[in-house]
């Protein structure tokens, strides 16, 4: 009905074969704004001399309409030019190759779909989510703000159930979990729980998250988790290393199992934006207690071969890279994550401080000394980017370094890099120890379809890394890697060849890989993912 009514409100223009042109003062706000965007559009309203769009409808290539426009509840599909601002309220916006817009584009409650090859001179703001809908009334058009109430409780993921996991520790691992909430009392608190069922070693993790809002924008919360947590969750997706190591024994993590209770506060920007220049930022803090225990290497179905056997032939379960510091540490974390994502670039940046104490010396002494305890301050960060050239060509590059700045850090803290996703030539996860340093930067060629999109792209990509320690010495290693990717958004299937450093001597450090590669994280490891 409400769309009827909209087409009968622009009856006079589809009778004319064009958009229905409305005066600004046609057009209003009910009620205040409630967002920056909602106070731009009252803006823009109130400024009016701008065509009403009321319609679906096509500007084709070489069309120019002068002047702003205002696309209401249709779809616009943008070819031509159109010498002002744009701006959508509960509809869909397509540019095409050669649109142009000279002025602002702002697109509220609806979708935005781009090309690299179209120009918007001003800015881009892309807010689907705003709750805004259009109605008729007499004489015109009222924009009103409908918020509908949090359900006081829903499931994760689809109906409660998280993408399985596969890794060498646990076999399978099935999450579930859910989050319940009461929107009406005092702080609005929240309490979000899981479990993930691990069948081969017959036991459960789990989850339990209490937060309650001390403003819109902080939020208080205990937790309390029994997990499997890794410290290379950034080289490739969960559900990738699964899948890689389910059919080829490809996990690139080391494992360790933390059992956590703490407290934390987060502070977010206000109102994050989905696609625009403005950044958004987020600042975490926590204290609490953790004790970490290691896994033995276990042999898990895999497809094709198997799990290499451990180093040592006496014991075919010894796996040098789950080994961690056993024990009760006492901490404290402070992470910072910084974004901006444009319409032709993307920039994130990632900091972490986290300061540790043992209260428990569980551990084993080397040699005949005392046992050091583990006093520690660890700093992290991060950077990635990118950047989709007027040609369509792009530039990415992703940087990674983690420091022990002071005191002996437990083995649950070190890093490890080694394999397809960082360092091709060497084996996988080979270079392990506290500190690390990686960096990788990337140069693609679009040769079939959209770089926004997707298609077939040609790459060439150099990476280099190192692990060390202040006992131990750092040396850096490096790698050139080239190919085609089959994309789709953020996802690349890779086929290519890599040529570079090695482990050993009569390694001739030529391979060729297979290898689907996202957007690396900025986000740093012990820094929890945004609610």
Known sequence: MKRLGLVIAAAAGLAAGAPAALHGQDVRLAGEPRSDAQAALAAFLETGGFTV???DTV???GDTVRGPVLLLEGTARIAGRIEGDLYVVDGDLFLRSGASITGNVLV????FYDSDLAEVGGTLTYRPNEPLRVRPTQGGFEIISEVE?????EFDGTYGFHLPSYDRVNGLSLPVGALARLSDAPGRPEVAAGITWIPAREDVDYRLHNSWRLGERIRLGLFATSAVVSNEEWIRPTWYNSLA???AGDDVRSHYDSRALGLELEWTSPEPPVWEDAPRWRVVAAVGREEAEDFRFRQVTILFGEEPPGPFPSLPDYDPHLQVGEGSLWFGRLGFEW????????TAIGLGVEAGSEDELSHLGIGLGPIAKYDFLLVEG????RRVMPSGHFVEGFAIGRLDVSGRLPMQRYSMIGGVGTLPTMPLRGLRDARLVYAEAAYGIPLVGDAALGGLDVFARGSVGGVGSEDDGFDLYGSIQGGVALRMWDFRLEFGAAAGSTAEPDDPGLIG??????RKSHRPTRMPSSR
Do not use: K
């Open 108 to 111: 509220l409650a609806g979708g």
């Open 382 to 385: 991060r950077v990635s980017a």
């Open 59 to 61: 500007l084709a290539r």
């Open 513 to 518: 890989f297979i290898d689907v590669r996202t």
């Open 245 to 247: 190591h389910f059919v």
């Open 339 to 346: 974004v901006s994502q444009g319409r032709d670039r993307h």
């Open 53 to 55: 769009w009321a319609r």
């Open 149 to 153: 109430p949090e359900p006081a409780f």
